[in-house]
């Protein structure tokens, strides 16, 4: 049974340029949550997805958009990166938004 | 692989002991608490949880207790084993769910031989 993947597992982007982000729930799972991991703290809630559509949102700018497919799958695109979006960012998935969460391993962004 | 947390305060055990992890959540009106365990290069992984109508919890090698009072979390980790070194994290939520969590700024568990 495989559980979340994510992908890539690093990226390096410049100032000012876009990124999107891939996650793949783990099996029978409906509900995709996003969070940032700067290094050094906790992660922080982007934002979750249910049914195609975002439910909860943390304090984010909009900057930070996400979307979620038919299959569950979900992106998270952020756009004018600044440095400060450096991060791994963890996607976790969870049978229904109350289910217990399942985190992914990361995506690490770097932005110089 | 990723280094979670370089400058986090750090819990150092023997092997054997027992450990004892403490967070200071943040939201009174919070409901619904966990703990994670993250090894380098991993994401958070589920250790136990616990809601706010309860005090303490068990579950295999490890209680939580809750002290609402004084909006104070802590892990113990009976005899703590090499693979139990990782940044552990309280998490807390409004919810009475895991939606929408709130993570504390961890605390990283070093057990020596």
């Known amino acids: 049974d495989a559980g979340v993947t994510q992908s890539p597992t690093h990226l390096i982007k410049t100032r000012g340029q876009q990124v999107t982000l891939r996650c793949s729930p783990k099996?029978?799972?409906?509900?995709v949550s996003w969070y940032q991991q700067a290094l050094g703290q906790g992660p922080q809630f982007i934002f979750q997805?249910?049914?195609?559509?975002?439910?909860q949102r943390g304090n984010f700018p909009d900057r930070f958009s996400g979307h979620q497919f038919p299959n569950y799958s979900s992106e998270l695109n952020v756009n004018a990166l600044l440095l400060g979006d450096s991060a791994l960012y963890l996607c976790?998935?969870?049978?229904?938004?109350?289910?217990?969460?399942?985190f992914g391993p990361g995506t690490r962004l770097t932005v110089l | 692989g990723e280094s979670v947390g370089l400058h986090l305060p750090t819990l150092s055990v023997q092997e054997g002991d027992n450990s004892i992890i403490n967070c200071a959540y943040s939201n009174s009106a919070s409901d619904y608490f966990i703990w994670y365990k993250q090894e380098s290069g991993k994401g958070p992984q589920f250790i136990i949880d616990?809601?706010?109508?309860?005090d303490k919890r068990q579950g295999q090698r490890v209680t939580v207790l809750l002290n609402k009072t004084v909006k104070h979390l802590s892990l113990q980790i009976a005899a703590t084993q090499p693979g139990d070194s990782a940044v552990y994290f309280c998490?807390?939520?409004?919810?009475?769910?895991?939606?929408?969590?709130?993570f504390g700024t961890g605390t990283r568990l070093q057990v020596t031989l």
């Open positions: 099996s029978g799972h409906d509900t």
């Open positions: 616990i809601r706010s109508n309860m």
């Open positions: 976790a998935s969870s049978l229904k938004a109350g289910g217990p969460l399942f």
């Open positions: 997805y249910y049914e195609e559509e975002e439910r």
């Open positions: 998490a807390e939520s409004l919810t009475g769910t895991a939606s929408k969590l709130t």
